[in-house]
């Protein structure tokens, strides 16, 4: 049942946001609610559902793959509803790496990258704020109830409620985790581009949001223990920006780890940038450029077959 919703603000003092304004406004808040349901659920699974006495111990996490699909489908969610949120409006990249993809091969105005990019960092900020003001109580007890090496009084497990890092058989390398987060990221992009793609099967009934979910928690499940599939520079930087800010230091910048790994915080930035570039390339190559071609040999008439002349009555 359709219901007219007047404006909160007088029309007259909205019109400076009917362009860019109002696209950053979108992808800043689509991107807060990306990610305080995605961070929101690492911090159930990490810390609060130990904490409140759900689990063997405070400090018992990961004991199941049960776990890792909690949060797989959580990160899933956190997609589809940042999306539904902002579609509307800027189409909502939420994610770097989906603007600068966009602009190599959709058109997306080069202008537009860098606000689209503020707007995604300081959303993804926000939202690990609003995370951590809900959470902080549960991840301080996890912290204290820990054992092992800290950082500040702090662990290498409630960092990763906010940012990622990666797994120990890398050994501290940088090729292995940017080769994960490059591929992680294309296989994103080139599915995006699929979905939307109105010359291919594309989704319909406003059903995309939830299958770019669906591809996140794919992604998730397939390659997230390697390096925490952060597949988006926004969403790794903003978030360690916070917790940086409340005390984590150099767990998150430089992103280092004594004898496990160090100066990390770059790898989710550019691995996504490249990846994403990489599969929207990857999919045009061998699907768009085909879907294109056939879609022009549709219009052109067989050989000895006339063309329809319209009439100027019929005009």
Partial sequence: ????????????????????????????????????????????????????????????????????????????????????????????????????????????????????????????????????????????????????????????????????????YFHGGVWGPLIDQIVGTALLLMLIAAVLDLRNQAVRANLAPFVVGLVVAAVGMSYGANAGYAINPARDFGPRLLIWSQGWRSLAFPGSVSGSFSHYWWIPVVGPLVGGVIGILVYDLFIGDVLLLRSELAEVPEAGQATQVRTTDEE
């Fill in 1 to 168: 049942m359709a219901v007219e919703i007047p404006a909160i603000i007088k029309p007259s003092r909205l019109r400076s946001r009917g362009g860019l304004l109002g696209e950053c406004l979108a992808e800043f808040l689509g991107t807060l609610v990306l990610i305080a349901f995605g961070c929101g659920v690492v911090a159930m699974a990490v810390a609060a559902l130990p904490g409140s006495g759900r689990a063997a111990t405070p400090t018992t996490i990961f004991l199941a793959a049960g776990d890792w699909l909690l949060i797989t489908w959580g990160w899933a969610f956190a997609v589809v509803f940042g999306v539904y949120v902002a579609g509307g409006v800027s189409g909502a990249h939420l994610n770097p790496a989906v603007t600068l993809a966009m602009a190599v091969r959709r058109g997306f105005p080069w202008a537009k990258v860098l606000p689209f990019w503020f707007s995604q960092f300081v959303g993804a900020f926000a939202g690990a704020a609003l995370v951590y003001l809900v959470y902080h109580d549960a991840i301080h007890a996890y912290d204290a109830a820990a054992a092992g090496p800290k950082v500040n009084g702090h662990t290498n497990a409630t960092f990763s409620i906010f940012a990622t890092f990666p797994a120990p």
